[in-house]
């Protein structure tokens, strides 16, 4: 469950980065560097990430995983830190926990195993501004 648990922690690391539209640069450098620690090759366009799975052919099926990494500003609303992932282990909150980093954090984890062979498609992850 290595992924798993590194989801989940970079998930709460994504929570912590303030990352409203425009301002996206420490996310997606924490992206990349979770990238890089799970050995997956990937660019940096800009503030958007593209990684291929290993042996990529566009003639294959492709699952293509996409999400967006900004969060809106945080508001005067919130009845804690909306930067604070909290500490209970089985539940993430704050700003962008729900849109759309947990949708990112799934997304890195299951580009990072359908990028493993054996497979018979292609795989893009592309966290995108």
């Known amino acids: 469950m290595k992924y798993l648990d590194d989801s989940l922690e970079l998930l709460r690391q994504m929570v912590r980065i303030p990352s409203p539209s425009f301002e996206e640069a420490a996310v997606v450098g924490l992206i990349s560097?979770?990238?890089?620690?799970?050995?997956?090759?990937?660019?940096?366009?800009?503030?958007?990430?593209?990684?291929?799975?290993?042996?990529?052919?566009?003639?294959?099926?492709?699952l293509a995983l996409n999400a967006h990494v900004d969060t809106v500003p945080a508001c005067s609303g919130y009845s804690f830190d909306p930067y604070d992932p909290g500490a209970d282990p089985a539940v993430v909150r704050g700003l962008g926990s729900n849109d759309d980093g947990g949708s990112l954090a799934a997304m890195a984890w299951t580009g990072v195993r359908c990028s493993r062979p054996p497979r018979g498609m292609s795989t893009v992850f592309a966290p995108t501004v």
């Open 33 to 62: 560097n979770a990238l890089k620690d799970w050995d997956v090759p990937h660019s940096v366009e800009k503030r958007n990430i593209i990684a291929l799975s290993e042996g990529f052919d566009a003639a294959r099926p492709t």
